[in-house]
């Protein structure tokens, strides 16, 4: 495997800077464009539900969109400099901000992910538990603590335990995942674990949901003598709580497909580098 610790390229004084190619940058944009859009979109939609649905999963929805398209914007940004400019220009500084921003988006939308999974298992398996204690502004000060956290781990390379490199095309910052240095292997071993902890999590919360849903569905099915209103009303929430769930096991599939090969490929990586 390519020792990436050893990889210096954050000037255009590189010859590897000679095969960046324009269109490749104007592909990058057209792949970030559609994820701005989304996130714009959702926002958008997310905060007018908020007015009128003061639901939890809308908090964590709008959470979400805010961390990805700051993500998208602030990651792309120092890699369309370079493909622009054909070469690295903002060294050191550029490349720790732009493996920062990486990391805390990266870490702050996959908690929230697993946040919301969570929420959904609480919130069909304890109701009232979840109605008296889990509200906006519960939910809102986790969003706060979320980003918070994701922040103080990304800010650990800048500070040392842990370090960021540009890639092999010297177009990307990332983490060192081929360091040699004991805290640049520790630091990649716990975002890896963290990661897999989150896919983990995320799986066997909707899976669980998904299990209690049916057994719900078919209680109400074999409770008789239920008055007309009352059962409509239970309907209702039924389609309500189905409808949710939907919309989480999807972004939950969107938060899988992103994270479990990456994570998969690293772990396989760091075991036939470092066993």
């Known amino acids: 495997m390519p020792n990436l610790s050893n990889v210096s390229l954050k000037t255009t004084d590189s010859p590897q800077y000679d095969k960046i190619q324009s269109f490749q940058g104007v592909i990058l944009g057209i792949i970030a464009t559609p994820g701005i859009i989304g996130n714009i979109f959702a926002l958008v939609v997310t905060a007018k539900l908020l007015k009128s649905q003061k639901l939890t999963i809308n ?24 493909y622009i400019f054909r070469g690295w220009q903002g060294g050191d500084h ?10 805390m988006f990266t870490m702050g939308s996959g908690m929230m992910a697993t946040l919301m999974s969570i929420d959904r298992v609480v919130s069909i398996k304890a109701p009232v538990f979840h109605l008296a204690k889990v509200n906006i502004r519960v939910t809102s000060r986790l969003v706060v603590a979320v980003l ?18 540009l890639n092999l095309t010297g177009t990307y910052c990332t983490i060192n995942w081929f360091a040699q240095r004991p805290s640049d292997k520790a630091f990649s071993y716990i975002f890896a674990t963290f990661g897999i902890l989150m896919i983990l999590a995320v799986v066997i919360s909707n899976t669980t949901v998904v299990i209690l849903l049916f057994q719900k569905r078919r209680a109400r099915i074999n409770l008789k003598g239920m008055r007309v209103t009352k059962a409509k009303q239970v309907s209702a929430n039924e389609r309500i709580e189905i409808q949710v769930t939907r919309m989480m096991i999807l972004i939950s599939i ?14 396989f990586a760091k075991i036939s580098v470092y066993s």
Do not use: E, Y
Not at 59 to 79: Q, S
Not at 94 to 103: H, P, R, S
């Open 254 to 267: 969107l938060f899988l497909v992103c994270w479990t090969p990456f994570m998969v490929s690293t772990a």
């Open 94 to 103: 550029l490349c720790n901000f732009q493996g920062f921003a990486t990391i």
């Open 59 to 82: 908090v964590f929805v709008f959470g979400l969109c805010c961390c990805d398209l700051a993500g998208i914007i602030t990651v792309c940004v120092p890699t369309w400099t370079c």
């Open 148 to 165: 918070l956290i994701s922040a103080l781990f990304a800010i650990m390379p800048v500070l040392g335990f842990g370090s960021f490199v």
